[in-house]
């Protein structure tokens, strides 16, 4: 059970931040970056290659650490209760179990949080959502980059997470494909009422979503200046 207020944000981040060091030198990948994300809200980050999406969204799933800054989640806990559960991370990179089957590795989050019942059906029933049952007993390494994209995206949502992170769900997928998933995340994001954050390079798939934020160099602007506030 979750005991926030019912409208306390999901994440709030305050001049959050992410330095790499490279070789000698320090590298800012995320530069002060404040924002709030809520229940229901969809959002796209859109930024050239390098800017610093993928960094921002691994802080916002609690997945790394700032290097200043302070980023909290109020209305899901503490950093260490998010996953598997709570926040469902989609990677860009290929992030399957290789040894297990698809039905196997959808079902695995479930697994961690202790859930003891067989949940093969209920995975089944998720994979033929995104139009990708007939895949259940392939290993990893069958299946084209897309088709792993889309395993990776109902692992990511099996918990039923209140807040979806997705970078580049859509990378390695044809245009009517991707319109396909996103039309699927959407519905699914709508009925649960989750957050969705996205990565994309697509414009057309980042005008779908409610909101628009833009990186840039490492420097994160809102589509409503407001919201920071
Ligand atoms: N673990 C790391 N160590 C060092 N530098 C890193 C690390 N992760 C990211 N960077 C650097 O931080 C910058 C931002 O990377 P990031 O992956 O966040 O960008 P991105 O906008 O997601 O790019 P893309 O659209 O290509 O996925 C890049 O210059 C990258 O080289």
Sequence with gaps: MNSA?????LVDAAAVGRIFRRGSADFVAVKA???????????AIIGRSGSGKSSLLHLAAGLDLPSFGSIDWPGLGPRERLRPGK??????????????????NVMLPLALLGVQSDTSDQAIRSLGRFGIKDLVRKLPEELSGGQAQRVSLVRALITRPQLVIADEPTGQLDRASGSALIDALLSWCSETNAALILATHDLE???????????????LTLDNAAATT
């Design 33 to 43: 970056a404040t924002f709030q994300m809520f229940a229901g809200e969809t959002i």
């Design 5 to 9: 207020a019912p409208h306390a944000p």
């Design 205 to 219: 798939i980042a005008a779908r979503m409610k909101r628009q934020w833009r990186m840039d160099h490492g420097a």
């Design 87 to 104: 926040i469902g991370m989609m990677f860009q990179s290929q992030s399957l179990v290789p040894s297990l089957d698809v039905v196997e």
